[in-house]
C-alpha cells in the first residue's frame, strides 16, 4: 500500500508534499519521491528509505516549482531503491501509482516494441509511457489519460502531473482510495483526507471508477464510463487520528472498499509480483511435503476462510484438512502428532477460543502456523509459524476485509503447499498466483455493483428467514452470508451446501423465502444452477449471485440477479464476498440496524 498526494498551490510546493508525505508513511515507506514543473520541465527528487533521506535530497537540490505530486512506497514489482521510487516519468508526463497493474507485463512489451525505454523494474512505469504515447496521437493530457485508463487491469489509484501544464493535476481510482482537496489557496490530490489535513478539511472522495482533473479553480469528476458527474464536498475531522470513516457512513462500508487494495498488498507479501511464485514472508520449521493432515481451527468468520481453505488445500496440494470450530476443537481431545500441522485463522489474534485451541495443540506437540492481522497478538506471539495478514486495523465488528485478507493468505499458502508436495507443476503454481493476483481488479469490478446490491438488500429487509446456498468453496461463503445477515440485521438466515438442501431443509422453501444462491462459474456452477430449478420449482424466491446470464441459460425468473464479471479463477470466494458482505450491509442499513456495533456482539471475544 503506498501513499500519493498532489498539489497545485500558489507556493514551491516540494516542502508542502514532503509534509503530506509524512501523514502518509502508515502506507509504506521502502522509498519516497516528488516530481515539480520547473519553468515547465518535469523535474523529479527521489530517495530510497524514509522520508527524511528524500527531504535531506531536497536540501541538497531545491525544486521551487507550484505543481507537483508526491508519493512514499510500500514496495511491490521491484526492490525499494531510488530507481523504481515514485513518480515514475518520460518527459511528457510523472505518474504516482497505489495498487497493482496486473497486465503491466504485457502492457510493457507492446510498448517496448513501440520504442519505449524504461528505467525501473516496476509496474508503475508503464503508466506513464502508456500516456506518453497517447499524447502523442491525441494532445491532450486529459483525453490520453482518459483512453488509456480502461487498459490497465487491477486495482490501483493514480496521480498525473504533465509537462507544460502549470494547472492541470489528474487522479484516478479503481479500487484504492483517492480525495481531492479544496483549499484557500490551492487545490490538493491525496490517498485519504489524512494526508490532506495540514491544508484543508474540505474533501471529495472519488468512487469506484472515477477519475478527475483538478486546476487551481476546482475539479470535475468523471465516473467509470466518463460521464461527468457531482462528489460531494464533505468536512472532514480527521486532524485527530489516523483511522475515520472517510466518506462511509459506517467503518464497515469503509473496510468493504478497502479490500481491493489490502487483498493486493497482502498478495504482494506473498508473491513475487516479479516471477509470479509464492514465496512465504517467513521460514516455516517444516516442508508440506512431510505433513500428513491439516488440522484448522478458528471461530465465525475466520472458520469459514478456513473452511473456504480446505478446498484450495485438498484440490491444489492433496492434502487433507480438518476444520472445525475453536469452541469444539478445545474440547475433542484430538489426537495429535508430528506430522500433523495444527492451523489457526483469527483477525483480532486474542480470540479466547481459539487461543486455547493453539495452546492445545502445542501441549500436544503439534507445529501451530496462525494467520493473523494484528502482528502484536498473543496469537501471534504464541504460535510457531505467523503469516499476517495486511487488512490494516479492522473497526467494524462485522468482519470484511479481514476475510478476504484470510482467504488471500490461505490460497497463497495452498498454493505453496502444493508446489512443495509436487502436486502442482511451477507453471500451474504461476497460473494460480496470477489468478490470486487478478483478486484485487474483480474486487474493485464487484465493489462498482454497489448501487444494484443495495436494491436488492430491499427485498431482504423484509424477510423473516433467508436461505444462502452454495457448493464447493462457495459453500462456506453461503455460511458467511447467512453469518453476516444475522450479526447485522438480525434476521434469521442459514447457509446451506446446495447438494444438501434436498436432504429436508428444501420445505422450508415457499414464496415468503428469499434464497440465495452463489455462484461463480467454478467445477460446481453446473450442479449449483441444478439446484436453483430445484428451489424455482417449488416457488422460491432465487436471488442469483453469479456471472451475468446464469437466470436466463437456467429458464429461471429470481426475483433478483447480482451479475458478477465473469472469471473462471480457483479464488472466487474472494470477489464473491463483495456482494455477500454488501447485502448484509445494506439490509442492516435499511432496517436502521447499529452496523459498526451490532446488539450482543464484541469485536474480539475474549472469554470462553
Ligand atoms: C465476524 O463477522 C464476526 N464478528 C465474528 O464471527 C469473528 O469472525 C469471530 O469472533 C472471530 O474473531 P477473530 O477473527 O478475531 O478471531
Known amino acids: 500500500m503506498c501513499g500519493i498526494v498532489g498539489i497545485i498551490g500558489n507556493e514551491p510546493v516540494a516542502p508542502l508534499l514532503v509534509d503530506a508525505l509524512k501523514r502518509l508513511e502508515y502506507r509504506g ?49 521491484g526492490k525499494p531503491t531510488e530507481q523504481n521510487a515514485h513518480p515514475h516519468a518520460t518527459d511528457k508526463v510523472a505518474v504516482v501509482h497505489n495498487g497493482i497493474i496486473e497486465n503491466f507485463k504485457a502492457l510493457r512489451d507492446e ?25 502523442k496521437r491525441v494532445n491532450d493530457p486529459v483525453v490520453a489519460v482518459r483512453n488509456i485508463l480502461p487498459k490497465l487491469h487491477g486495482a490501483f489509484a493514480l496521480g498525473f502531473l504533465f509537462a507544460g501544464e502549470n494547472d492541470l ?23 485519504d483526507a489524512f494526508a490532506l489535513a495540514p491544508f484543508t478539511d474540505r474533501v471529495a472522495y472519488l468512487n469506484e471508477g472515477d477519475w478527475t482533473v483538478i486546476r487551481r479553480n476546482g475539479a470535475e469528476f468523471y465516473d467509470a464510463g466518463n460521464v461527468l458527474v457531482e462528489r460531494r464536498i464533505i468536512t472532514t ?57 491439516i488440522c484448522l481451527s478458528a471461530c465465525g468468520t475466520a472458520s469459514l476462510a478456513g473452511l473456504t481453505a480446505r478446498y484450495w488445500f485438498e484440490r491444489l496440494a492433496k492434502l487433507p484438512v480438518e476444520v472445525d470450530v475453536a469452541s469444539e476443537f478445545r474440547y475433542r481431545e484430538l489426537p495429535l502428532d ?37 502482528a502484536t497478538s498473543t496469537m501471534a506471539r504464541e504460535s510457531d509459524v505467523v503469516m499476517p495478514t495486511l487488512a490494516g486495523p479492522e473497526i467494524g465488528v462485522a468482519s470484511t476485509k479481514a476475510f478476504t485478507c484470510q482467504l488471500t493468505v490461505l490460497a497463497a499458502l495452498a498454493i505453496f503447499a502444493g508446489v512443495q508436495r509436487g502436486t502442482l507443476s511451477q507453471e500451474r503454481a504461476r497460473e494460480l498466483a496470477q489468478q490470486l493476483i487478478a483478486s484485487p481488479g474483480q474486487v474493485a469490478d464487484a465493489l462498482l455493483l454497489e448501487s444494484k446490491i443495495e436494491q ?17 468453496a462457495s459453500f462456506p461463503l453461503a455460511l458467511e452470508g447467512a453469518l453476516k445477515l444475522k450479526e447485522l440485521s438480525y434476521i434469521h438466515a442459514e447457509g446451506y451446501a446446495a447438494g444438501e438442501l434436498k436432504h429436508g431443509p428444501i420445505a422450508l422453501v415457499d414464496e415468503q423465502m428469499p434464497v440465495i ?15 436453483m430449478q430445484e428451489v424455482a420449482a417449488r416457488g422460491g424466491q432465487i436471488i442469483v449471485i453469479g456471472p451475468k446470464g446464469t437466470a436466463v441459460n437456467a429458464a429461471l425468473t429470481p ?3 447480482i451479475d458478477m464479471p465473469d472469471v473462471v479463477t480457483e479464488f472466487a470466494a474472494i470477489a464473491y464476498s463483495v456482494p455477500v458482505q454488501l447485502l448484509a450491509y445494506y439490509t442492516a442499513s435499511i432496517m436502521g440496524k447499529d452496523v459498526d456495533q451490532p446488539r450482543n456482539l464484541a469485536k474480539s471475544v475474549t472469554v470462553e
Open 338 to 374: 508430528k506430522d500433523t500441522l495444527t492451523l489457526f485463522v483469527s483477525q483480532s489474534g486474542e480470540t479466547a477460543d481459539t487461543l486455547a485451541s493453539l495452546r492445545y495443540a502445542k501441549e500436544h506437540g503439534a507445529t501451530t502456523l496462525s494467520v493473523v492481522n494484528v
Open 559 to 561: 426475483i433478483a440477479s
Open 517 to 531: 444462491v452463489i455462484a461463480p462459474r467454478d467445477h460446481w456452477f453446473e450442479k449449483t444452477v441444478s439446484n
Open 169 to 191: 493535476l489528474i487522479g484516478a481510482r479503481k479500487g484504492a482510495p483517492l480525495a481531492v482537496g479544496y483549499g484557500d489557496d490551492g487545490m490538493y490530490l491525496g490517498s
Open 237 to 293: 475531522q480527521v486532524g485527530s487520528g489516523l483511522v475515520d470513516k472517510g466518506n462511509h457512513r459506517h467503518f464497515m462500508a469503509k473496510e468493504i472498499h478497502e479490500q481491493p487494495e489490502v487483498i493486493g498488498r497482502t498478495i504482494a507479501h506473498y508473491i513475487d509480483m516479479a516471477t509470479g511464485d509464492v514465496r512465504l514472508p517467513t521460514d516455516i520449521p517444516f516442508n508440506f511435503k512431510d505433513i500428513r493432515r
Open 29 to 77: 515507506y521502502d522509498s519516497a519521491g516528488v516530481a515539480t514543473l520547473e519553468e515547465g520541465q518535469i523535474a523529479r527528487r527521489r530517495a530510497e528509505g524514509k522520508l527524511k533521506n528524500l527531504a535531506s535530497r531536497l536540501n541538497e537540490a531545491p525544486l521551487y516549482g507550484m505543481i507537483g505530486i508526491g508519493h512514499t512506497r510500500w514496495a511491490t514489482h
Open 111 to 135: 510498448l517496448r516494441a513501440d520504442g519505449a525505454v524504461f528505467q525501473s523494474e516496476t509496474d508503475s512505469e508503464v503508466v506513464a509511457h502508456l500516456v506518453t504515447r497517447e499524447l
Open 456 to 472: 436488492v438488500a430491499h427485498k431482504l429487509a423484509k424477510a423473516r428467514d433467508v436461505l444462502y446456498l452454495g457448493r464447493g
